[in-house]
Structures are given as C-alpha cells and as structure tokens.
C-alpha cells in the first residue's frame, strides 16, 4: 500500500504536462470541427489560457476582441468544389474547381493568397472597420459554416455559407446584428479583390478573354477591357452582379436584392503565372434594422455555356460569341447543331468535322452561284481583253463602262461571285469566335493535337520571333497551306491576272501569323473547309460546261434589249457614275 501510494505521489503529471495535455485536447476538438490552424505553434500560443493582452483589446473600440487572433482555415466541399474559408476577415480565401486541371496537370484553383480580399467597410463609432482585418469564430455543421465577429454583447457581424451537394453555388449572406446605434450612414461598401492565376498553356489567349463582367438589374451584360487596365463607375442602375471572368472559368456574387452602384477595375499583372487583378467595390443600402440582412451567392465553376445558363441571371453571356450578328448565328444556329453533335458521343475530332459538312451543305447553293459567276467572267475575259486593247489602258473610266455594257448584253452580274461569298462570310467569321470560347474543347485531343482549345507546337523556337511568336502549329500551317491552294484554284476559275491574281496570296500569309496561337481546333475546322470547298469547286467544274456558257452568253447578246431583265438600281447608279467620270475626263 505504502509503494503504491508512493508511486501515485512521484509519478503524478506536472502542471507543464497538465496544460500541455488540455491544449492538446482543444486542437484535436478544432480538426474534428473542420477547422485547422495556419501553424501549429501559434495556435497552442493562442488556445493555450486568456490572454490578458487579447483580453483588453475590447477597451480598444470597435470590434477590439476581434482586432488580433491566429488565422484558421475551415474546408466545405462537394463533388465540384473544395473551398477553403479563412477566420481572418470571414472571408473564401481559395477556391477548387474539382474534376478540372490546369495546362501542367495541378489541382485548378481559381484564386488563393495574401491578395485576395473580400470584406464590408463599416463606419462604426466614427471609425472605418474592414471586417477583412477582423478574426472571425466559425462555427461548422456540414457545409454550412457560420463566421461571427463580435463587436459586443449581441451586437456582431455574420457571414454564412452554405455549399450544397453537386452544386457550383455558394450561398452566402450577410447578417449585421445589434448594429442599427453603431453603424452611420444609409450604405455599406462591399471589397472584393482577387487575383486571377493561369490556367490554359496560352497566356495570351487568358488575356484575350478575360475581363470583369457585371450586369444591371434591368439591362444588358456588359464587361471592361479585355486589353488594357481600366476603372469603370457603375451608376446607371441597380447592379445584379458581378463577375471575375477568365477564359474558361469564373467567379461570380450574384446580389439577390441588387447592389446600390458600384465600381469595377481591371489592372494586368506582370507577375509570372498571373492573368488579372480584378477589383469591385459595391453599395449595399443599410436601413438601421436590429437584424439587416444581405442575401447573395457565389457561382465557382467552368464557363461552359449551358452550365452558366442553368445558373440563371444571364450568365451565360459572359462566353463571347462575337459581334452582332455573330453572336446570333453562333447561339441559335451552330451551338444547338453542336450540342445535337454531341449528342451522339463521338469526339470532338469528328463533331467538327460533322459540323464543317453540314455547313458545307447548307452553303452549296451559294457556292454554286459564286463559281457559275465566276466561270462566265473568266469565258467573257477574251473579249474583255479585246475592249481594253481598243480604248486603251490609258482610259479606265471608259474601259469599265465598256466593260458593264459588255456583261449588260451578256446578261452577266460582275457582283455575282461576290455575293454569294459575302452571305456566306457571318457563318465563316462565327466560328471564329465559337471555337476558341467553347469550353467542351478544353483538353481534348485529337490526332496529334493534345488540347484543340489551344494551340499545337510543331516547333518551339524558345524565343519569340516577330509575327509569328516563339512557335508554329502544324494544324494553322496545314489551314495556311490549304488556302494558298484554294487561292491558285479560284484565280484558274476566274482567269483573275495582274495584281488581282497576287493579291489573294497575301491573306493567307497574314492568317498564318494572326491564328498561328488561336486554337487548334479553329485551324481544323479552317483546313477541313478548304479541303471541302475544293471538292464542291471540283464537282461543279465537272458539272459546269464552258462551251454552254459561252452559248448561253451570246444567246442573251443576240436578244433585243427590250427582253432582258430591266436594269437594276446599282446597276443604273453605277453607268451614271461612269458616264460622270467620262465627261469631266474629257473636259479635262
């Protein structure tokens, strides 16, 4: 009994041990909580007893428990998103677009870092508060996290999130209690800061379609420069919200009671791996109650456009689909084609080159007329040689009136190869826009191309080379090589010559230098309607007779004049300017 009793007396723990046991506890009841400290030693410092220091900080005005502590992350996620929510400031300090790598294979993360901000600027007591310097208390159930600073008794700001399963949607609302004596004025400013990172293996892609996006409660979506640094006041009306927009993916805070005004900024960094400094300061209308609250949310996720249209609010209009009316031919004609393609499950390879034949097909008849055209000029060319050896170079006025009494006899519209090509260029320039802003070709590959929404490096030069850049894709070789080809073909049919004949060499150089760093698949679809578009030329030329044409054209000669078709406005314009031409020539 006397060796036992001794033994509990010798060997009972210290008070060192005691204490070191009870911090021990409260962290490993603050991991099970979901929340982790930034470094480890700071938190056993901070948990540890009361400390008198932090405890006078309530004397210190506003807030003053909540000035100091040691920042603590809370993680909510679900099968989209991981967030992870930091005490210091209430706020989301990075965001995790699960299921998503970035162009060298990390984890995605949309944002994260000292330079992301988000706070309420509160003019309490005569003093400016940024809850973004206040330590917050979470408190976590689930997905749902509570963040609370308190100014006193009863008296504190809130911010909850609530992330649901399968969701891209935060919400997130704002609740000030016990604060209507305190705070002054009728407006709370609302910071957001966030530094965009890269994501896609072309920075200069990112820079081309990114910019701060925002949208009135009754008007149209509108965004800032995609090029440049730019600050833009939003007074014009209630804002809906607004949107950190890069290329393929987005963070949005939708207000549902709208923000009063606001502003929007745009900076480019120059740090490495870094895509846009975005800033938005909004008003939020305080009406002094004993509870007010702010409901809002966060939309985190890709900009695929039909993810962004289920989210609602217009969204979607934040993929660029081109200018009037690009942006109509691209949403209501190729997207639902494409969307049908896919429907199917075939890969992308072949959805476009699917989508490049129907097009193709649906733009036959045109391109029918645009080579019959151009087939009976270049049968009219042997006598319009005729008619310039006999004016005279040194006459074009007369030459081309010449000439437009010569198709006006033949029946011939010089115009009829250029209209057709013409109706047909929104469809063509549609796609270019439509391609490099389709998130379903993100990381896709196809023959040897590893990702058709950026650019494939046949040669890397390791420095930049003027015009081209520091690399060459095979594909826009391929689309450039195409064309030049197509331009040969083109100038044969239409007996082009002279300068005429050149001219059409030089586009296809400068498309080389412009698309060289646009995406693979728009080189693709380019090269694929090339390829197609000689082959309808190929098979019209079988069709189309020379000899008949040429018959064709000296019956409509051969018919009195007041058989042929009643000369149009453009055409009747066009001989009175020529006429005007030729009498001032000749006064001269």
């Not at 410092?45 to 100091?68: E, I, Q």
Request: proline share 4%; net charge positive; charged share 20%.
């Amino acid at each position: 009994m006397i060796i036992l009793a001794g033994s509990f007396y010798f060997f009972k723990p210290s008070e060192a041990e005691l204490k070191k046991a009870k911090e021990t506890e409260k962290i490993d009841s603050l991991k099970k909580a979901g929340v982790t400290a930034t470094t480890l030693k700071d938190t056993v410092k901070n948990t540890a007893v009361a400390n008198p220091a932090v405890d006078s900080l309530a004397l210190k005005g506003p807030f003053g428990t909540a000035l100091a502590g040691t920042e603590l992350n809370t993680v909510i996620e679900n099968e989209n998103l991981l967030i992870t929510l930091s005490n210091k400031g209430g706020k989301i300090a990075s965001v995790q677009v699960k299921g998503q790598k970035t162009f060298d294979g990390k984890p995605l993360i949309l944002f994260s870092g000292n330079n992301n901000k988000f706070g309420l600027n509160i003019n309490a007591a005569g003093k400016v508060i940024n809850t973004n310097d206040l330590y917050f208390t979470p408190v976590k159930n689930g997905n749902n996290v509570t963040m609370r600073a308190n100014y006193g008794a009863n008296a504190y700001v809130e911010f909850a999130y609530d992330l649901k399963a399968a969701s891209n949607k935060v919400a997130f609302n704002v609740n000030l209690v016990g604060l209507q004596q305190v705070i002054s004025g009728n407006t709370i400013n609302l910071n957001w800061d966030a530094t965009l990172l890269q994501q896609e293996k072309s920075i200069e892609s990112e820079h081309r379609y990114s910019a701060p996006y925002y949208k009135y409660l009754d008007g149209d979506v509108n965004h800032l420069s995609v090029s440049k640094d730019e600050k833009e006041e939003l007074t014009k009306g209630k804002i809906q919200w607004v949107s950190f927009k890069q290329h393929f993916f987005s963070a949005s805070l939708i207000a549902k009671q709208a923000f009063e005004k606001g502003s929007l900024e745009v900076k480019i960094p120059t740090t490495p791996g870094q895509i846009k400094f975005y800033s938005a300061n909004m008003q939020l209308p305080y009406t002094h109650l004993a509870n007010q609250a702010y409901e809002m949310e966060f939309y985190f996720g890709t900009n695929k456009f039909s993810t962004l249209k289920a989210q609602g609010y217009d969204l979607e209009q934040q993929v660029d689909m081109g200018y009037w009316p690009l942006k109509y031919v691209n949403r209501f004609i190729v997207l639902p084609v494409f969307n049908f393609l896919n429907g199917f499950g075939w890969g992308y390879g072949l959805i476009i080159f699917a989508l490049t034949i129907l097009l193709k097909l649906a733009l036959s008849p045109l391109t029918y007329k645009s080579y019959l055209s151009m087939a009976k000029m270049r049968v009219l060319k042997p006598e319009m040689d005729e008619i310039k050896a006999k004016v005279g170079e040194d006459n074009p006025t007369l030459v081309q009136q010449e000439y437009l009494k010569l198709y006006k006899k033949a029946g011939v519209n010089p115009l009829g190869g250029c209209l057709p090509m013409v109706l047909q260029l929104p469809l063509v320039m549609a796609f270019f826009f439509f391609f490099p802003n389709l998130f379903e070709l993100r990381q896709e590959s196809f023959l040897w191309m590893k990702d058709l929404s950026t650019y494939d490096e046949f040669i890397r030069f390791g420095v930049k080379i003027p015009f081209i850049g520091d690399h060459l894709s095979l594909m826009c070789v391929l689309m450039t090589i195409s064309t030049l080809i197509m331009t040969y073909f083109n100038n044969q049919v239409s007996g082009a010559t002279g300068q005429m004949k050149y001219i059409g060499y030089i586009m296809p150089v400068i498309f080389l230098g412009v698309l060289n760093s646009y995406p693979a698949g728009l080189n693709y679809y380019y090269f694929l309607a090339n390829l197609m578009t000689f082959g309808q030329q190929f098979l019209i030329r079988k069709m189309v007779d020379d000899d008949k044409i040429h018959a064709l054209i000296q019956q409509n000669k051969a018919k009195p004049a007041d058989e042929k078709k009643k000369k149009s406005k453009f055409q009747q314009r066009l001989d009175d300017y020529m006429r005007q031409q030729q009498q001032q020539q000749g006064k001269k």
